[in-house]
């Protein structure tokens, strides 16, 4: 802004200039006469200020014209498009409605025994309280995307014990099951293997637990409906 203002200043200036030297007007107030070389001096100055007024005249209205079709032509409309395109991203993304890769962790689970004749025990057999409990320990740590066996968890999924099986928004799931989750693989994995998270506790109950690493792991975008019983907006 104040190198505009310089140019402003210098221009106006050299324009006064100009005129004082065509008009033989010294700065004194003394009458001068210009000889042959003053005068052509003094003509092509001010042939060539005329020329940088008209060079900015014409930006100008080069200018003025882009800034008008910005505010009510295409170039505005493409524009708000694009941000609320931009918006809708985010949203889906934060919603879970959207197909998201990245580095993280898999973890698998599976009941203590896979013959039930050998008459396994409540605490060897995986329930949905046992995946609520892994899933609040992923979000602890960070992750920023969860699934069970290719089911996107978001914040109103339900989930159903049903004897070998779990009911996850409608979809029976059979062990083993398969949790992945996006987010910083180091800073999951280290979470998980502390002794007080819930995956430490399953080892305890002979569940076979395992967790690694990955580089990249995708997960599909949530299907479902979101239901909301008792929100609404309230009137601004």
Same mark, same amino acid.
């Given at each position: 802004?104040?190198?505009?203002?310089?140019?402003?200043?210098?221009?106006?200036?050299?324009?006064?200039?100009g005129?004082?030297?065509?008009m033989?007007?010294?700065?004194?107030?003394?009458?001068?006469?210009?000889?042959?070389?003053?005068?052509?001096?003094?003509?092509?100055?001010?042939?060539?200020?005329?020329?940088?007024?008209?060079?900015?005249?014409?930006?100008y209205?080069?200018?003025?014209?882009?800034?008008?079709?910005?505010?009510?032509?295409?170039?505005?409309?493409?524009?708000?498009?694009?941000?609320?395109?931009?918006?809708?991203?985010?949203?889906?993304?934060? &919603?879970?409605?959207?197909?998201?890769?990245?580095?993280? /962790?898999?973890?698998?689970?599976?009941?203590?025994?896979?013959?039930?004749?050998?008459?396994?025990?409540?605490?060897? &057999?995986?329930?949905?309280?046992?995946?609520?409990?892994?899933?609040?320990?992923?979000?602890?740590?960070?992750?920023?995307?969860?699934?069970?066996?290719?089911?996107?968890?978001?914040?109103?999924?339900?989930?159903?014990?049903?004897?070998?099986?779990?009911?996850?928004?409608?979809?029976?799931?059979?062990?083993?099951?398969?949790?992945?989750?996006?987010?910083?693989?180091?800073? &999951?994995?280290?979470?998980?293997?502390?002794?007080?998270?819930?995956?430490?506790?399953?080892?305890?109950?002979? /569940?076979?637990?395992?967790?690694?690493k990955?580089?990249?792991?995708?997960?599909?975008?949530y299907?479902?409906?979101?239901?909301?019983?008792?929100?609404?907006?309230?009137?601004?």
């Amino acid at each position: 802004m104040k190198n505009n203002e310089s140019t402003i200043f210098v221009f106006i200036a050299s324009i006064i200039i100009g005129l004082l030297i065509a008009m033989n007007i010294g700065f004194k107030g003394k009458n001068n006469f210009l000889d042959i070389k003053q005068y052509s001096e003094a003509y092509n100055e001010r042939t060539k200020l005329y020329s940088d007024l008209n060079n900015l005249k014409q930006q100008y209205y080069v200018s003025k014209a882009k800034l008008d079709k910005y505010n009510s032509g295409d170039e505005k409309n493409v524009l708000v498009t694009k941000e609320i395109e931009q918006e809708i991203n985010e949203n889906n993304l934060l &919603l879970g409605k959207s197909d998201v890769a990245g580095p993280g /962790v898999k973890i698998t689970l599976q009941d203590g025994t896979n013959n039930f004749d050998d008459y396994p025990t409540m605490d060897q &057999l995986i329930h949905d309280s046992d995946i609520v409990q892994v899933i609040n320990d992923l979000r602890n740590a960070g992750a920023e995307a969860i699934s069970v066996n290719g089911q996107r968890v978001v914040y109103n999924n339900y989930g159903l014990c049903a004897g070998s099986n779990i009911d996850l928004n409608g979809i029976k799931i059979v062990t083993p099951f398969y949790i992945t989750a996006i987010g910083n693989e180091d800073v &999951l994995y280290n979470y998980l293997t502390l002794e007080q998270t819930y995956i430490t506790q399953l080892k305890t109950r002979d /569940v076979h637990v395992n967790v690694v690493k990955q580089n990249k792991i995708q997960i599909l975008a949530y299907n479902g409906k979101y239901i909301y019983k008792y929100i609404k907006l309230t009137e601004k």
